[in-house]
């Protein structure tokens, strides 16, 4: 992984001496993480920032766990966050910690445990050269593969050592893997499940006993390391399992999920999605709506789970369309609208698992979905109130045989003169998006939902073509 640390400071101790006469004491990974996470706890500040809706539910199952020094496993299906989970924790480590300069595994300089490191310090004593290591370098992560080897994560005869001259014998040959390498720091393995079994009996003493073997060598590494796995449920990967010794050897197994409320499916929408265009507030609404409804649909599996992705993807797709309107008509100000959303869900396909009896039906699922979303949102929040003489406004306009042309090409400017002056169209703006300021685009957008909402309650009607609709009376 590139590292991304910032400069040491000049401040930090450079040999052992100054080291030791700083005041320094040596603590393992799990202490840093518990004294680091109670001072979080104590200050209000949150556990694991960026984390969007586990606060009430995974949270406070994996504070204890960490308090407890537990090792754990995250299951959940895909798409739930358990990699930015994991990732996160490395925040509750030291800022900075003090390691033998060139140690490949990071050796404490006042309790080192590797051979070179300790035939180092016997030479030089109290001018032991100290560097640093900043947080963000002590998180090592390897994502489960088939070829994933013991060398991998354990490590192997260095035959470029050996042919220096150095003896076989000799533990200084040893290339040390990506577990002793992550020693005191946190090792991440994501898929655990899919790691041969074969291979995963090598962590078991990682896990336990805290050390590391190698081929034949009588060696024995006490590593200082927090293990965090994650694994999608067994009876859905069916790719593999985790042998019962070393699910044994995990302290926690912690369950994650999807968001569990609308505003917690948005809130993470927001903070995750690279949106380029203004995405209004009501269309993030729809696409949160319409990611729980295929989540909830019997034509979806659900065993595999439906990934907080489909909605980021979803809304970067609509930004997307914006962009590309904008270009084509020489806006300035980009606006997502509803009648995008059409154009956006057959690039969706490939993030759904359907049952197997919905074979070829799974764009139109997919849309009639989508539209009870709209329609859903359209009910909660234009159903009712302020916003109900507009609506009765525009179903008189389209009575008087009035129609509305919209599409995924057409500039804002052209839907507006088209519809021409309507009292309350300002309201309809303020209901739908308080707080934003009116635009042509933004206007538009609103407009546009408001008399789609009209056609799937069945008050006007529309005809579409290609990605061009026209709003009629019915």
């Not at 904008?326 to 969706?348: F, H, K, M, W, Y």
Request: negative net charge; charged residues 25%; glycine residues 8%.
């Amino acid at each position: 992984m590139t590292s991304l640390a910032p400069p040491i400071p000049a401040h930090l101790p450079t040999d052992l001496a100054s080291l030791r006469s700083s005041g320094y004491q040596a603590r393992s990974v799990k202490a840093e993480i518990r004294a680091n996470l109670v001072d979080r706890l104590r200050t209000g500040q949150p556990s694991f920032p960026g984390i969007v809706g586990f606060e009430d539910t995974v949270g406070p199952q994996l504070e204890p766990a960490l308090l407890a020094g537990h090792d754990v496993v995250l299951l959940g299906e895909r798409g739930q966050g358990k990699t930015r989970l994991i990732r996160s924790l490395s925040a509750l480590l030291d800022e900075w910690i003090p390691v033998v300069e060139g140690c490949e595994i990071n050796d404490d300089p006042t309790a080192p445990i590797c051979a070179r490191c300790r035939r180092i310090a016997a030479e030089q004593g109290d001018q032991l050269a100290v560097t640093w290591r900043h947080r963000s370098e002590r998180f090592g992560e390897k994502l489960a593969t088939p070829d994933t080897s013991v060398g991998d994560l354990v490590g192997d005869v260095d035959p470029v050592k050996v042919a220096e001259g150095r003896s076989l014998g000799d533990s200084e040959t040893i290339h040390y893997g990506l577990v002793p390498r992550t020693n005191r720091g946190i090792f991440a393995i994501n898929e655990l499940p899919d790691l041969a079994e074969r291979i995963q009996v090598a962590l078991l003493n990682v896990l336990e006993e805290r050390d590391i073997q190698v081929r034949g060598y009588q060696l024995r590494l006490p590593l200082d390391l927090l293990v965090v796995a994650s694994a999608n449920p067994e009876d859905y990967t069916n790719r593999g399992r985790i042998i019962t010794p070393l699910k044994d050897r995990f302290g926690a197994e912690i369950r994650t999920h999807y968001p569990v409320s609308l505003d917690a499916e948005t809130a993470l929408i927001r903070q995750e999605a690279n949106i380029e265009a203004i995405v209004p507030s009501h269309l993030l609404d729809v696409v949160a709506r319409f990611t729980r409804e295929v989540r909830e649909s019997p034509a979806v599996d659900q065993r595999s789970g439906v990934s907080a992705r489909f909605a980021i993807a979803c809304v970067e797709a609509l930004s997307g369309a914006a962009v590309r309107r904008a270009a084509l008509s020489g806006e300035d100000v980009p606006v997502a609208r509803i009648g995008d959303l059409a154009g956006v869900v057959p690039t969706l396909r490939g993030k759904v698992e359907f049952d197997v009896s919905e074979e070829g039906q799974e764009e139109e699922t997919l849309q009639l979905l989508a539209r009870r979303a709209t329609a859903e949102t359209w009910r909660t929040h234009l159903a009712g109130g302020d916003a109900r003489p507009v609506l009765t406004a525009l179903v008189g306009w389209f009575d008087e045989g009035n129609s509305l042309l919209a599409g995924d090409a057409i500039p804002a400017a052209t839907l507006l003169d088209e519809l021409g002056p309507l009292d309350g169209l300002g309201r309809l703006v303020s209901t739908l998006e308080p707080g934003m300021a009116e635009s042509p685009g933004l206007l538009a957008a609103c407009v546009e939902f408001a008399v789609e909402g009209l056609w799937l309650t069945r008050r006007i009607d529309k005809d579409s073509i290609g990605g061009v609709s026209r709003y009629g009376a019915s």
